[in-house]
């Protein structure tokens, strides 16, 4: 995809914000072109990593998660202050890396298990007839084997009740309250015999673990494994997001101390650096990070020198305006309006939003934006609540259709229009 094209994608969900879009754009259509010269060339060009500052709520996140699955690459945001939340210097940081490899995993999975979905269901559906013909007293009498499984496959037999053998697998022990967890069924492996106990499912959830189990045999995990790290290396991405929490001048006692350190625990990481985890080795060089924060208190420039460098790509998000509610009530896909009168509908109620009760709304957005905290896009998430909660709560089982019209004077009338009052309703 061309830089033009990725906006036009990030469009469809993200209103605005069009300098940031425009640096994650280019900065995914790098990796194209560095994925199209010579090794010896690929060596020496590393991604330019983003720094996203601007308030919350503007969509520093979206954009970053929309362009992740834009290409199917491994995506994951983890924030600066989980760092600090343990002991002096902070968690493992190192840790992000091995999560970013476990996203990658489960995508490559998924892939495989899709390629190899119908051999799959074929061999389940074989299982499962065999176990339904030894106890036939369920069974149409006299029914064949093929004409079973041609039942099973058309899904006509789902709400059948049937009993079959699972792996029973041991829960995670905690090693300590809040810290990892170890599997120790996962320590001996194929050592000892695997454990089965008898479940009772319906056929149409025995289909799914048989699936399952029959798509794990037939993919090989050992190319699973080499696959996705070599996405992760190359593709993945990695959110920072609170990065602002970090920044600050260091002093001898207190927090800063601690949010300096995570800053250079984070900084080899964003260098380049090799990390080991359970599936091997995996190089940080060419991992495309995008930090972001507020940057109310602190400032970019706060951030250790040697970081900044890191991130030499800085894009400021604007605070959103009256037309950008508008927009965003409007037009995304998965607008917000959209989701409540899909939800209603369930209901038997048709709810309509005309264009003066939108503009409403967003200027209840935007004055509680300016006069309490600004949060952004979230604003309109207490707005809209509020503004359906009673006709979320006023139903009957068996209500008959109604339509319901969210005009001016309906929004006007939940709320104070002189002061705006929504102290009630603050996320």
Request: charged share 30%; aromatic share 6%; net charge negative.
């Amino acid at each position: 995809m061309t830089p033009k094209q990725i906006v036009s994608e990030l469009d469809r969900y993200i209103v605005g914000q069009f300098n940031a879009k425009k640096a994650v754009a280019i900065a995914l259509r790098n990796r194209y072109r560095r994925s199209k010269l010579s090794q010896a060339d690929r060596e020496e060009i590393t991604p330019k990593n983003i720094i996203m500052k601007g308030p919350t709520g503007v969509g520093k996140t979206e954009i970053a998660r929309r362009l992740a699955k834009l290409v199917k690459a491994p995506f994951l945001k983890v924030e600066a202050t989980k760092y600090t939340e343990v002991g002096y210097v902070g968690r493992d940081v190192e840790s992000m890396i091995r999560d970013l490899v476990e996203v990658s995993i489960r995508l490559v999975k998924d892939e495989r298990y899709k390629e190899v979905e119908a051999r799959a269901f074929e061999i389940a559906v074989e299982r499962i007839a065999d176990i339904l013909l030894k106890k036939p007293d369920s069974l149409p009498e006299g029914i064949s084997k093929v004409a079973l499984k041609d039942e099973l496959s058309k899904h006509n037999l789902d709400q059948m009740q049937v009993e079959i053998s699972v792996v029973d697998t041991p829960k995670p022990v905690e090693l300590q309250a809040g810290g990892g967890e170890i599997n120790l069924g996962s320590i001996f492996g194929d050592v000892l015999p695997k454990k089965m106990k008898k479940r009772t499912v319906t056929v149409e959830e025995a289909l799914r673990i048989f699936s399952a189990e029959e798509s794990e045999k037939l993919i090989d995990l050992d190319s699973v494994e080499s696959e996705a790290i070599k996405r992760a290396e190359n593709d993945g991405v990695i959110f920072i997001d609170e990065m602002d929490k970090i920044a600050g001048k260091s002093s001898q006692n207190g927090p800063d101390v601690s949010r300096e350190g995570v800053q250079r625990d984070i900084l080899p990481i964003v260098e380049g650096c090799t990390v080991s985890t359970k599936y091997g080795n995996i190089k940080t060089d060419y991992i495309l990070f995008i930090a972001s924060g507020a940057f109310h208190v602190s400032k970019v420039s706060d951030l250790i020198p040697e970081l900044q460098g890191r991130f030499p790509v800085l894009v400021e998000l604007d605070s959103l305006e009256v037309d950008d509610f508008v927009k965003i009530l409007t037009v995304p896909e998965n607008a917000i309006t959209e989701q409540y009168k899909k939800l209603l509908a369930v209901d038997n109620i048709d709810l309509q939003f005309t264009d003066d009760g939108i503009a409403e709304i967003a200027n209840v957005a935007y004055d509680q934006n300016n006069t309490l905290e600004d949060i952004g896009a979230r604003r309109l998430q207490s707005i809209m609540e509020h503004i359906v909660e009673d006709i979320s709560y006023d139903i009957d089982e068996n209500s008959e259709p109604k339509k319901v019209v969210i005009d001016k004077s309906y929004v006007a009338s939940n709320f104070q229009t002189e002061s705006r009052n929504l102290k009630k309703y603050v996320l």
